[in-house]
T-cell receptor, first 115, second 113 residues
Framework: AQSVTQLGSHVSVSEGALVLLRCNYSSSVPPYLFWYVQYPNQGLQLLLKYTSAATLVKGINGFEAEFKKSETSFHLTKPSAHMSDAAEYFCAVSDGNTGGFKTIFGAGTRLFVKA | SAVISQKPSRDICQRGTSLTIQCQVDSQVTMMFWYRQQPGQSLTLIATANQGSEATYESGFVIDKFPISRPNLTFSTLTVSNMSPEDSSIYLC??????????FGPGTRLTVL
């Protein structure tokens, strides 16, 4: 069975500082991995996805994530935080083998950005 | 990507009543998905809706409580029946992309009194 663990329900950084949101996954088959962002009172928006191509994935708004199979991790980073990055971030995994869309979401990490 | 709209965006309902949520997609899709996001929590898949067949429900969700319609390839509805305060959540519909990514609607924020 697949699962996702996000370390830290809340992360607070200063504007301009590095953003690091941690995600570890469990999957018995090659996974598809995703990061989504949810701004207040909105639906989820895809930030980036890993689909077994390059292990370093670049997404929107300056975010990127690195797939590390040996560590079963897919941490999300951004070199310099902006106030507009304050939101809830969800890591997610789906089964890349069967073509199914069933997606398991992590519990989420709320990012706070201090001025 | 797909553009998805939902109606209503929010509602406040009395316990024991039912609410039907509509989801419209700007392109034809085979599968549509309904999720629940309880306050302060992550997303849980309720069911997968295929056009022309019965929806497939996840463990813990039943058709009598969450009936789903899928009359065509661009539209679906989810009904929350006989509501109780525990049904207060955000309900989201989504469609899938070519690499299993999900494209979400803006959500329906439901409060049950």
């Amino acid at each position: 069975a697949q699962s996702v663990t996000q370390l830290g329900s809340h992360v607070s950084v200063s504007e301009g500082a590095l953003v690091l949101l941690r995600c570890n996954y469990s999957s018995s088959v090659p996974p598809y991995l995703f990061w989504y962002v949810q701004y207040p009172n909105q639906g989820l928006q895809l930030l980036l996805k890993y689909t077994s191509a390059a292990t370093l994935v670049k997404g929107i708004n300056g975010f990127e994530a690195e797939f590390k199979k040996s560590e079963t991790s897919f941490h999300l980073t951004k070199p310099s935080a902006h106030m507009s990055d304050a939101a809830e971030y969800f890591c997610a995994v789906s089964d890349g083998n069967t073509g199914g869309f069933k997606t398991i979401f992590g519990a989420g990490t709320r990012l706070f950005v201090k001025a | 990507s797909a553009v998805i709209s939902q109606k209503p965006s929010r509602d406040i309902c009395q316990r024991g009543t039912s609410l039907t949520i509509q989801c419209q997609v700007d392109s034809q899709v085979t599968m549509m998905f309904w999720y629940r996001q309880q306050p302060g929590q992550s997303l849980t898949l309720i069911a997968t809706a295929n056009q022309g067949s019965e929806a497939t429900y996840e463990s813990g969700f039943v058709i009598d409580k969450f009936p789903i319609s899928r009359p065509n390839l661009t539209f679906s509805t989810l009904t929350v029946s006989n509501m109780s305060p525990e049904d207060s959540s955000i309900y989201l519909c989504s469609v899938g992309g070519i690499n299993n990514e999900q494209f979400f609607g803006p959500g329906t924020r439901l409060t049950v009194l």
